[in-house]
């Protein structure tokens, strides 16, 4: 093909005088026209795209539009006397796909209404279409390991006592085959980005455009990066984490482990690893913070005479004095009978609070004692209630 002749500013349509923008728009145009998948079987159209691509490749670069306009063709060598090698942008143009996209539609129209963002979108596709803009990734510099949140079901008595326990932590951890610097002893690595190709299928709207990797910048490789973790450093693993409970944590109780968490990319410092508690129920002792709360039902006979009664305290039995004339619901402490609070290096208090049963009236024996005990107490026990009506 005689490039030398190609009429470059004719073929898009565009004045020698065209600003880099006119050239962009009239070149958008066209390519959108004539691009072979929206003229499937025209080897015509193909031309045309063609042509259009190279003409947009020699005039929206400065340099070559410049060599261009004075001596009428571009060659990568230079001007020379015979006709220079062809030049051509050599794309890949498998993944650009127009087939949902209607021709002369909104979209079409580039500088319309949709010039910010679906426009906007194309053009900086394009540009790394071409290979502006596609720089190879910068090396990035080493990051501290994240922090991991874990949940920890543990019961009543695992809380109370404390505990050790495992718990299956994923975590990213330093890569055993570079020692967590991400750098491999010699020879390139397969970008993982692109799996090695060099480049990636990008979606804009219902386009696929596949544009040069921007990790690797095409070269379909990362050189010195540790073929194991990919030059990252880190590689997810499952660990199997001691965790030491203390005694007295509670529902929300957060533990820190530290250094557990995610490794540092490329050999920085990890992130601790953060353990949230939630605690069981027990049947009958409630958590108030470091309090134990228990509700204890005694007999009439014991509320009525006073007793030294038993009960349940998370040490085992527990001798508690009820005074004469107690009544149900009143609240009796019994002094640091709780929960060991490790951090406070102090227990809570046991509250106990009382309820007073009925007597079983099972003979008539009974019966007349509770009538005898009516006789002797005649008092309205809801005289009070009467007097404040
Ligand atoms: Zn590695
Ligand atoms: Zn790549």
């Given amino acids: 093909m005689a490039t030398s002749t190609q009429d470059y500013y004719g073929i898009l349509g565009v ?18 026209k004539h691009h072979p998948d929206l003229n499937p079987g025209d080897k015509a159209a193909e031309e045309r795209f063609k042509r259009v691509q190279e003409a947009y490749d020699i005039l929206s670069e400065p340099k070559k539009r410049q060599m261009y306009d004075q001596v009428g063709y571009y060659s990568e060598h230079g001007p020379q006397p015979g006709p220079g090698p062809q030049p051509g942008p050599g794309m890949d143009f498998g993944g650009f796909d127009f087939s949902d996209y209607a021709p002369g539609g909104q979209a079409g129209t580039g500088a319309g209404p949709g010039a910010g963002g679906f426009s906007g979108q194309f053009r900086d596709l394009f540009g790394q279409f071409f290979g502006r803009g596609a720089h190879p990734e910068e090396r990035p510099a080493p990051q501290p390991g994240t922090d991991l949140e874990y949940g920890l079901n543990i019961d009543f008595w695992q809380a109370i006592r404390g505990t050790q326990v495992t718990v299956g932590v994923i ?12 750098s491999a002893a010699g020879g390139a690595a397969t970008c993982p980005q692109c799996q090695g190709k060099g480049n990636v299928t990008q979606m804009a709207g219902a386009m696929r455009f596949n544009i040069a990797c921007p990790r690797c910048g095409g070269s379909g490789k990362l050189p010195n990066a540790c073929p194991a973790c990919h030059g990252d450093g880190r590689l997810a693993a499952n660990e ?7 005694p007295g944590v509670q529902t929300g109780t957060r533990l820190r482990v530290a250094a557990k968490g995610n490794s540092g990319t490329m050999g920085a410092l990890p992130g601790d690893l ?19 709360e228990i509700h204890v039902p005694v007999t009439v006979t014991e509320a009525g005479l006073g007793a030294k009664i038993e009960v349940p305290t998370i040490d085992g039995r527990a001798l508690l004095k009820v005074p004469p004339g107690t009544a149900s619901g009143q ?10 609070n490790s951090r406070k290096n102090k227990r809570g208090d046991q509250i106990v609070e009382v309820a007073v049963q009925p007597p079983k009236v099972r003979d008539e024996r009974t019966k007349e004692i509770l ?5 002797l107490n005649p008092e309205d026990p809801r005289q009070a209630l009467w007097s404040q009506v």
Avoid: W
């Fill in 331 to 340: 609240k009796f402490r019994m002094r640091e009978k709780g929960v060991l």
């Fill in 240 to 246: 199997d984490v001691e965790i030491r409970i203390p």
């Fill in 371 to 375: 009538r005898e005990l009516a006789e």
């Fill in 274 to 292: 953060y353990i949230t508690v939630r605690v069981g129920p027990h049947p009958f002792f409630r958590r108030e913070g470091d309090d134990i």
């Fill in 15 to 32: 004045s020698r005088s065209a600003s880099p923008d006119e050239i962009r728009k009239a070149y958008r145009k066209l390519a959108r």
């Fill in 171 to 182: 975590r990213q951890e330093a890569c055993a085959t570079c020692g967590g610097t991400g």
